[in-house]
């Protein structure tokens, strides 16, 4: 059950910086339904305009639950918590939430809005349809040194799982 309330904000009116916002402070992307859901840390991503809309991008390892998740919806968020969360963030971002609730682990409750998860504890929130997805591979990364710092032997337990990119159409924002 949602604890905060939540007002529909005009994507027009932002004024956040992506750079801090995603890389710096990170997100919480979560997919799913009521039945079945989970979160994930994000900090690969951004916010721009493709096909005439106002999208979101993600990135996430094929080796996440949340991917599976993802791959099985239409619809995900990510959601945007203070500083007083980053316990949490780390949380999320270390650990898989396909034996145990990720969201009860880290101290987070989940709210739905569309039948998808979000984070209730976030100030900033976007509701996404997804509009693509993209297998990141070996053979279509152009800057050869990208392979042996994130995918090859000296990223440990990345060689080979190589990252998705998400291209969602934000369908709604809500801030508190």
Not at 63 to 71: A, E, M, Q, W
Request: proline residues 4%; negative net charge.
């Amino acid at each position: 059950m949602a604890l905060h309330t939540f007002q529909p904000f005009s994507l027009d009116e932002i004024e956040i910086n992506p750079f801090v916002k995603i890389g710096k402070e990170w997100g919480l992307v979560s997919a799913g339904n009521k039945e079945d859901y989970n979160t994930m840390t994000v900090s690969w991503g951004g916010m721009g305009i493709m096909w005439g809309k106002k999208v979101c991008f993600i990135f996430v390892r094929e080796s996440r639950h949340t991917k599976t998740l993802l791959d099985q919806g239409e619809l995900f968020s990510v959601s945007f918590v203070d500083e007083s969360y980053r316990d949490a963030l780390n949380y999320c971002g270390s650990h898989s939430g396909k034996d145990e609730d990720k969201f009860e682990k880290a101290g987070l409750t989940p709210a739905f809005k569309l039948n998808t998860p979000y984070v209730d504890e976030a100030n900033f929130v976007l509701i996404c349809h997804k509009m693509a997805t993209i297998p990141i591979s070996r053979e279509n990364l152009d800057d050869n040194t990208l392979i042996p710092r994130w995918y090859g032997d000296k990223a440990p337990d990345h060689k080979d799982n190589f990252h998705t990119m998400y291209i969602g159409e934000i369908i709604e924002s809500m801030a508190r």
